[in-house]
């Protein structure tokens, strides 16, 4: 009776500690090197097409929870675009006030709009950058000291009111965007069997591919060890997304006394046993 077992891919190919996002990030990444290849061996066909199956399993089972993140990261979702037409707005009407106060002794609406800039942009702009959650409390707060200030009126004096409507209707629609307005409904989490096995079955297919890949390098063959780099680039360059366990921290450094100087005075025997009681010393006589 035979002790040996099957060896599959999964067996021979160990990948980076990966969840569900980042398990699609890398099939996606490795999808792309294959594409910038004009033409691929014929035994890559069959397991590149698993992989890209698996990975498209995998995004609809991670639905609006995968699309999320790169709208954010490449600029889009609702929540940037929500941002930028606050921040357009917010740039319209310092632009606006600036032009006016510039004419300041020339045009008696001028005086107005200086107020206006000042206490609406005493730092300019720089509130704008800020995360979203900062940058809506600074423009709440700009909004209030512009009614309570009146400059609402210098700024309609200088032909400002499509500016406010268009201010107005853009952190308004910020506020809902970031949920502090208005409370989002929650999105639907992914089922988790679902995702596991989804996340699973893509892993053995990339297991699958770059084992094929692998394979295809030849020493005596220049190329096929270029295009197997190209192939593999994605998970040379990888990093795993878990931090690195804790370390403990290190034992507190053991403290020597430095030895004595040389010409550091030395105590005097003497005066160590001056205090001392002494007892008289007892004798024996010779005879007992």
């Known amino acids: 009776m035979s002790n040996s077992r099957t060896l599959a891919a999964t067996d021979l190919v160990t990948l980076p500690r990966l969840d569900a996002r980042s398990a ?13 290849q004009k033409k691929l061996p014929d035994p890559f066909a069959e397991p590149l097409a698993e992989l890209k199956a698996a990975r498209d399993a ?11 993140a790169p709208a954010a990261a490449a600029g889009g979702g609702p929540q940037w675009e929500a941002d930028h037409q606050e921040d357009l707005a917010w740039i319209a009407l310092h632009d606006l006030l600036a032009a006016w106060a510039r004419l300041d002794g020339v045009a ?14 005493p730092d300019g702009l720089k509130f704008i950058k800020l995360p979203y959650q900062q940058e809506w409390s600074e423009a709440e707060t700009r909004l209030a000291r512009l009614a309570d200030g009146g400059h609402d009126k210098a700024i309609a004096a200088v032909g400002g009111k499509p500016f406010l409507a268009f201010l107005h209707k853009a952190h308004a629609a910020y506020g809902e965007a970031l949920g502090i307005t ?7 989490a992914p089922e988790a069997a679902v995702l596991r096995d989804a996340k699973a079955t893509l892993a053995d297919a990339m297991k699958e591919y770059l084992l094929v890949v692998a394979a295809h390098r030849r020493k005596k063959d220049p190329k096929t060890g270029a295009l197997v780099d190209a192939l593999l680039e994605p998970l040379a360059t990888w990093r795993d997304a878990a931090p690195p366990p804790a370390r403990s921290p290190p034992p507190p450094p053991v403290r020597l006394r430095p030895p004595p100087r040389a010409d550091a005075p030395r105590p005097d025997p003497d005066r160590a046993t001056a205090g001392r009681s002494r007892r008289p010393a007892r004798w024996r ?3 007992g």
Do not use: I, V
Request: proline fraction near 4%; hydrophobic fraction near 65%; aromatic fraction near 4%.
């Open 182 to 188: 208005a409370a989002r409904a929650p999105a639907a």
């Open 58 to 68: 995998l995004g609809a089972a991670l639905g609006d929870d995968l699309a999320a």
């Open 108 to 121: 008696p609406e001028a005086a107005g709009a200086a107020a206006a800039l000042a206490a609406l942009f």
């Open 24 to 36: 699609y990030a890398l099939a996606q990444k490795l999808a792309t090197a294959a594409a910038a």
């Open 285 to 287: 006589s010779g005879n």
